[in-house]
């Protein structure tokens, strides 16, 4: 009887470790229906985007792209591109999880936060609990972010011409999702260089008019000094 319900414990311990994550996850996804919608998406196709997508920034940029009648192939291409940095979350937390059939189908969970989340919190917990605990997390993460989506394609214009603030703050949910989660990472000095890097890149592409290409190659130039540079911890001396 304890086996069977260990799953289902370690599943709720997940939903309740992710829950803070839905202070980032609501606004954000209402804002993408909100956008979606004014791009001339209904809210099926919102929905559906957000369910099988479900990529953050790329699900705005996917709809801006299709809204301006850009070619399916940079769409895709740029989606793609964005998304390359899965290609590293992977790795890392395969190490931290048991063997399963079903890990293709549950890495359509895996986003930015879930990652952050779980690399922190699995290494904590014991092995039979970690897979259990990742569905819990991921599939409450994805569930908000679908509902979210299909609250601001319906209501979202409604609340926005109610409370205009509303209207002003949602375009910024994202980037002050992705700064609540790189402001910790400054006090390390290898990330902080990294990270200056980062930002630099993408302010000159941006001022330079390559702007379509400033996220990726930013990220990039990023990853690449974050290996290159080398710290140094300080020695004490006696």
């Known amino acids: 009887m304890s086996q069977r319900a260990s799953p289902f414990r370690s599943a709720l311990k997940g939903v ?65 591109l964005i998304n390359v940095r899965h290609v590293v979350y992977g790795p890392n937390l395969a190490a931290l999880l048991p063997r399963s059939r079903h890990w293709p189908w549950l890495m359509h969970g895996l986003t930015d936060q879930v990652f952050a989340l779980a690399l922190t919190r699995l290494p904590l917990l014991p092995a039979p609990e970690r897979f259990g605990w990742f569905v819990g997390a991921s599939l409450l993460a994805w569930g908000v972010w679908i509902i979210g989506t299909v609250v601001g394609a319906t209501a979202g214009e409604t609340l926005t011409a109610r409370w205009p603030l509303l209207g002003e703050i949602m375009p910024f949910a994202l980037p002050a999702l992705f700064l609540t989660m790189v402001a910790p990472r400054f006090t390390d000095k290898r990330w902080a260089v990294a990270l200056s890097c980062t ?18 190659l930013a990220a990039a130039a990023g990853a690449i000094c974050f290996y290159m540079v080398k710290c140094q911890p300080k020695r004490q001396t006696l």
């Open 16 to 80: 309740r470790e992710a829950i803070p994550l839905l202070g980032g996850y609501i606004p954000v996804s209402l804002s993408f229906g909100v956008v979606a919608t004014q791009a001339g998406f209904s809210m099926w196709e919102a929905a559906a985007i957000s369910t099988l997508i479900y990529a953050g920034a790329s699900q705005f940029l996917f709809v801006g792209m299709v809204a301006v009648g850009s070619p399916l192939w940079l769409v895709v291409a740029m989606t793609l």
């Open 199 to 216: 930002i630099f890149s993408a302010l000159f592409l941006t001022l330079y008019g390559w702007s379509n290409v400033a996220i990726p």
